[in-house]
């Protein structure tokens, strides 16, 4: 099974996004964001299905215009996971999402105008009793802090965020949690480290924004939220990609698994293959891969290439093929249970999951 790696969680207050904890203690929450128009109702509850399905477990919906309120609101009723109302510069659509049904909201105070305006959006808040994600990044911050030639990008970020918690909590609204993005690696990284240790309180949702294609974006967001993650920082995550939002969702839960956390899925391990494999292990691995994105076990399932020591290498694992000439070795926890012909591997291998996990 996954080993725990990561350190112990910094014990931030606790919000409550619909029905998901978030701080607390409580399990690091998988979030996106759809790409639908919201206004288009329909098309927007169909995508967050998916996103279900795949374990999303917070959803949030852009609102660019008092046009998408009908659909915002309609979506609200309907969708399986807690709908987070992502607002910019209207600070009146954060009132009327309040309204309609937002069980958090998303505003940077830094693009809504004025202190009046973010006041009201409090006040709205709190007597909605809607939690909400102050986020931050560097095309909005504080005017306070985004001039000041002396102060560094990072400090200027953690600046503005702190100053907006602060703001909040004086108007006694705590019902917060809170951002603050970049799209490099090590900016996320110092500036999450920084709000951990200035406001330890307060659940901190992490992510790289603007990471990227699939590619990039994955290899990015592993670097520094898995980074932080490992340190104990962060609450909740969306992983940000150019892609389908599904794949957000799965490189996410991917991520908790690899720093043992959280596990809703299979972990495929494989070796890397070198000149003493006598079987199609990238082949057979990569169906293997396939086949395991319907199973819902947190099992570990291997696939390695050397008859002779694969089922040793990987004896952590619950269940795994090792292959050579035509042949391969099913074994449970290190134990051989069969020898089976190459060509019936992969079907021999899954016939055993269900009898065993599912």
Known sequence: ?????????????????????VGGGAPVSVQSMCTTDTADAAATLAQISRLADAGCEIIRVAIPSAAALEGFGEICASSPLPVVADIHFDHNLAIEACRRGASALRVNPGNIGSWERVDAVIDEAG?????????????????????????????????????????????????????????????????????????????????????????????????????????????????????????????????????????????????????????????????????????????????????????????GADIGLAGGRGKAVLFASGEKIRTVDEADAVDELFAEIERRFT
């Open 127 to 315: 007597a909605a009793g809607t939690p909400i994600r102050i986020g931050v990044n560097a095309g909005s911050l504080d005017p306070a802090f985004a001039g000041r030639e002396d102060l560094t990008h990072v400090e200027k970020l953690v600046g503005s965020a702190t100053s907006f918690v602060e703001h909040f909590l004086e108007r006694g609204f705590a019902d917060i949690v809170l951002s603050a993005k970049a799209h490099g690696v090590p900016t996320t990284v110092e500036v999450n480290r920084a709000l951990s240790r200035e406001l330890p309180d307060v659940p901190l949702h992490i992510g790289v924004t603007e990471a990227g294609t699939l590619r990039q974006g994955t290899v990015k967001n592993a670097a520094a939220v898995g980074a932080l993650l490992m340190e104990g920082i962060g609450d909740t995550i969306r992983l940000s990609l150019t892609a389908d939002p599904v794949e957000e969702v799965n490189v996410a839960w991917d991520l908790l698994s690899a720093v043992g956390l959280r596990r809703l899925r299979p972990e495929l391990v494989s070796c890397p293959t070198c000149g003493r494999c006598q079987w199609d292990l990238m082949g057979v691995a990569s169906e293997v891969e396939r086949r395991l994105a319907a199973v819902r076990a947190p099992i570990t399932v291997a696939v390695m290439g050397c008859v002779v020591n694969g089922p040793g290498e990987a004896k």
């Open 1 to 21: 099974m996954a080993e725990k790696v990561a350190a112990p969680r910094s014990r931030t207050h606790q919000v409550m996004v619909g029905s998901v904890p």
